[in-house]
């Protein structure tokens, strides 16, 4: 579960392409030792027929409707400092001080009204609006309205409910009710890789979170296999009753490494693996 593609954001959010991760088949393209390119010359562009779970990604389906935020104008974010001058990576390491203990929901509240809050706030945004939750009603409004402005956030149920409708949740292979066919597992899950503030005044703050994101239905007879994508959310967060929300949201296409050579595993492996491993929050 993406947070642009060439398909867009808005208004193509229910397209009902059949490719939903291609052939399934692996291409790994070696050096060829052109000039000295370890990569081997020039990169491919990008095949024409984007499939289904590349539309929908890991959050795309999230920021279509976090346009209609967007349109109202969205919170003032002129007292910040401005854009950093090419920041330097800052790595998750101990801080001193300590992680948040609270929860809304089942999303850790509670962020320091600080850089590493915001970071760390940000990165947890992502992870949960990247998870399957947000494939059924229920759980999806718990989400939105623990991570948003609530300024904004009845008006983004509306366009997600509207967006989740019966016909693209069978699109994507699950059944119109959002729950998962008998005998395979939903798979969406959003890994931040790292994070960057851009932006912070006392108020509000500009974070990138550069991820990677599964998503696709594993098991035995699965025709919608789990694929791989990568992508950056620029999350804008104001602080609002003593935590971090979210008041818009935007994504760009990565940056994507180049594949390996790791053996693609089968559909029940992936199985397994979703259901033996649990998904990570990111509070530090």
Known sequence: ????????YGGDSGRTDDGFGGTGQTRTRLPDGRNGD???????PARGSRSLITVVGVVVLLIAAIAFANRGG?????????AA????????AATGVKPVTG???EIPSGFARNEQGAASAAANYAVALGSDGMFKAT???????????????????SDLDRAYSPGFLTNVGLNEDGSTPAGLTFV??????????????????TVEVWFTGLVGLAGEGS???????WSTLTEKLKWIDGDWKISSSSQTEGPTPVNGDNRASTADEIAKAVQGYGGFTYAR
């Open 103 to 105: 929860k809304n929901g």
């Open 1 to 8: 579960m993406s947070f642009g593609d060439e398909h867009g």
């Open 85 to 92: 001058a090419e920041p330097g990576a800052e790595p998750t």
């Open 223 to 229: 025709t919608k296999p789990v694929t791989a994508t």
């Open 74 to 82: 969205g919170g003032d974010t002129s007292g910040g400092k401005g």
């Open 38 to 44: 370890m990569y081997g010359g020039p990169r491919r």
């Open 188 to 205: 969406s899950r959003t890994v931040p890789v790292g994070t960057k503030v851009t932006e912070m005044s006392s108020t509000t703050a």
């Open 139 to 157: 759980s999806r409004q718990d989400i939105i309205r623990a991570s948003h402005d609530p300024a904004t956030a009845e008006g983004l149920l």
